[in-house]
């Protein structure tokens, strides 16, 4: 009897952490995140480096390699393909910078939410015994 009682306790607690918000939240964050990814880097691939490409002359950055040692007889020649390494860290560099820009516009948006929310609240009243004191020290500052 003690293993089903601790059993239905487990499946409690899995149950609670697996509904929490936090944990939901989290999901979303990442299948949105997933989804983000794969616009920035169609962005990066798709438009911004043919575009690069084209600026310095067709040159395809995953195409540059130095060869170490060339082919002798069935063994494959040693090629250092830096190419595809630069192109990985440009991507990295845009896709970076995409999202320092969407985190930023998100936070403006978020900020004049925030802002008008708070011109649009009304001004939260100002209690009796303040009232009162607030009129006292008006008059005795009147009769000086």
Do not use: C, H
């Not at 239905?8 to 918000?21: C, I």
């Not at 516009?105 to 939260?124: D, G, M």
């Not at 209690?127 to 008059?139: F, Q, S």
């Amino acid at each position: 009897m003690k293993l089903v009682e601790k059993g239905t306790s487990f499946l409690k607690e899995f149950q609670n952490f697996a509904v929490k918000g936090n944990v939901m939240d989290m999901a979303i964050g990442v299948v949105i995140g997933t989804a983000f990814g794969k616009i920035v880097s169609s962005l990066v691939s798709d438009i911004i480096m043919p575009l690069i490409g084209l600026a310095v002359g067709s040159v395809d950055l995953k195409d540059l390699s130095v060869t170490l040692k060339a082919a002798e007889g069935e063994n494959p020649a040693v090629v250092l393909t830096y190419g595809a390494f630069l192109q990985n860290v440009f991507d990295f560099i845009l896709i970076a910078f995409s999202i320092f820009l969407a985190i930023k516009v998100i936070i403006n948006i978020k900020n004049r939410l925030v802002t008008q929310e708070a011109a649009e609240a009304p001004a939260p009243e100002v209690p009796a015994d303040v009232k009162l004191l607030t009129e006292i020290r008006d008059l005795l500052k009147d009769k000086k």
